[in-house]
């Protein structure tokens, strides 16, 4: 994510990384009592753990990881179109010469 975060433009894809960046901390210790309880034998307490408590941060992190995406697409392509029409002027300008 350090890597990655210079590159975010917006300030709304800087709060997705530091929700990304977060999530691992928070999954952690629901992580740590899945096993714990499966190292029990408590299969069930285990996967009921995992549904209602690791499930939801799973989805928010997909749900936040795709926004990001999202967002990065919309840039990239913003600038494809803006260095394509730079293109094209520069062409054209040269063409008059």
């Known amino acids: 994510m350090e890597e990655f975060r ?26 740590e009592e899945i096993k714990r309880l499966l190292d029990q034998g408590n299969a069930e307490e285990a996967l009921k753990i995992a549904t209602e408590n690791g499930l939801p941060h799973y989805e928010s ?20 179109e803006a260095g394509t029409s730079l293109a094209r002027t520069s062409t054209w300008t040269r063409s008059c010469w």
Do not use: F
């Open 61 to 80: 992190n997909t749900r936040d990881s795709r926004r990001l995406r999202a967002i990065q697409d919309e840039i990239l392509s913003r600038e494809t």
């Open 6 to 31: 210079p590159l975010v433009a917006t300030v709304e894809g800087k709060e997705l990384i530091n929700r990304l960046q977060a999530d691992p901390t928070n999954w952690r210790p629901v992580g």
